[in-house]
């Protein structure tokens, strides 16, 4: 049997981190329909972000996370009175925030409208954006 030495500066582990931003619901202006540019409506951000694996998280300098207090303060002010006709179009909005932040490797946005169909619980998109 041969015993394999492993080399103490290669990385014993592999990971991935992720920032969550879960079920946060606003009233939004949103839609193509007239009854929806008069009448804010309920929408539901589910936002994952992953982040550079080879940048160690470090308190003393925020470079190196992702504030999820920041993405969401951009959001509400992306969202307060402005209208968006599409949820496409507002997903792309909040790619461009997410991806602001250099470290950003890849971002899944799922945007549900809670309250327009009545026999469905919500209605949305879900999309994912990769750095190449």
């Keep these: 049997m041969k015993i394999i030495k492993l080399n103490p500066k290669e990385k014993k582990f592999i990971y991935k981190r992720k920032i969550i931003i879960k079920d946060l ?6 839609g193509v329909h007239n009854f929806e540019k008069k009448k804010k409506q ?11 694996n080879t940048i160690k998280p470090n308190y003393k300098d925020l470079r190196t996370i992702v504030d999820y207090e920041k993405i969401i303060k951009k959001i509400n002010f992306l969202v307060k009175n402005n209208h968006h006709y599409l949820l496409e179009d507002l997903a792309e909005k909040i790619f461009e925030i997410i991806f ?10 799922k945007l549900e409208k809670l309250d327009i169909i009545k026999d469905a619980m919500s209605v949305g998109i879900d999309i994912q954006k990769y750095k190449t």
């Excluded at 619901?25 to 949103?30: A, E, Q, R």
């Excluded at 602001?100 to 946005?109: F, L, P, S, W």
Aim: charged share 40%; hydrophobic share 50%; proline share 0%.
């Design 25 to 30: 619901i606003l009233k939004i202006l949103i």
């Design 100 to 109: 602001e932040e250099k470290i950003v490797k890849k971002a899944r946005v």
């Design 42 to 52: 309920r929408v539901k951000f589910n936002i994952e972000v992953t982040t550079e």
